[in-house]
């Protein structure tokens, strides 16, 4: 059974500029959220999609969007890419009811 | 306002003696508890998880407890073994909101397993 698969692995971008992450959730699952990694905050949660409608938000500005497509993959996109977006940004898949969540090995983003 | 915390940053323990990894939450509406351990450049792998209607959890090497009370939970590896080096998170959902406010997780603990 595949695991979820994020990609790009890795990805250099320049301020200003935007970027799409891409994550493909395990076969079945129907819900994709996706976390933030970085060393001073530590694992922050971005955004749950759910049967392609986003279910909530964490508190990130609104340059950080996503989506979800009928196949269940799942899209996000940061625009106007500042230093500080500089993170892991982390895929997780599940069953949906918030549990048995299964993450990705990440997107390592660094903004220049 | 952290609701999840995980106090200590690291823990060093002598392989084949116990690993205690501590964590507290303030949310009241947490119900359900995950363990969860990363390498570098990795993500996060599921290790276990307890609900709020029990006080233990056991899987193997790994056993976790909850003290709803105190709003304390607590990872216990036994023994240590080198593999088990990683930084390990605690997580919390409130599943019967649906949770759909995702995972909210602690900051880490690096453990250390000395040889």
């Known amino acids: 059974k595949a695991g979820v698969t994020q990609t790009p692995r890795y990805l250099i971008k320049t301020r200003g500029q935007q970027v799409t992450l891409s994550c493909s959730p395990i076969s079945g699952h129907r819900s994709v959220s996706w976390y933030q990694q970085t060393p001073g905050q530590g694992l922050q949660f971005l955004f749950e999609?759910?049967?392609?409608?986003?279910?909530n938000k964490g508190n990130f500005p609104g340059r950080f969007s996503g989506r979800q497509f009928s196949n269940s993959r799942s899209e996000m996109n940061v625009s106007t890419l500042e230093l500080g977006d500089s993170a892991l940004y982390l895929c997780?898949?599940?069953?949906?009811?918030?549990?048995?969540?299964?993450f990705g090995s990440g997107t390592r983003l660094t903004v220049v | 306002d952290q609701q999840v915390k995980q106090n200590s940053p690291s823990l060093s323990v002598q392989e084949g003696r116990i690993s205690i990894l501590n964590c507290d939450y303030t949310?009241?509406?947490?119900?359900?508890f995950l363990w969860y351990k990363k390498y570098p450049a990795e993500g996060p792998t599921f290790l276990i998880s307890?609900?709020?209607?029990?006080d233990k959890n056991e899987d193997g090497r790994f056993t976790v407890f909850l003290n709803k009370s105190a709003k304390h939970l607590s990872l216990h590896i036994v023994p240590s073994q080198p593999g088990d080096s990683a930084v390990y998170f605690c997580?919390?959902?409130?599943?019967?909101?649906?949770?759909?406010?995702?995972?909210?997780f602690g900051k880490g603990t690096h453990l250390i397993i000395q040889p």
């Open positions: 949310n009241s509406m947490f119900d359900y």
């Open positions: 999609y759910f049967s392609e409608t986003q279910r």
């Open positions: 997780a898949s599940s069953l949906g009811q918030g549990r048995g969540y299964t």
């Open positions: 997580a919390a959902s409130a599943i019967a909101g649906g949770g759909a406010d995702g995972l909210t």
């Open positions: 307890i609900s709020s209607i029990k």
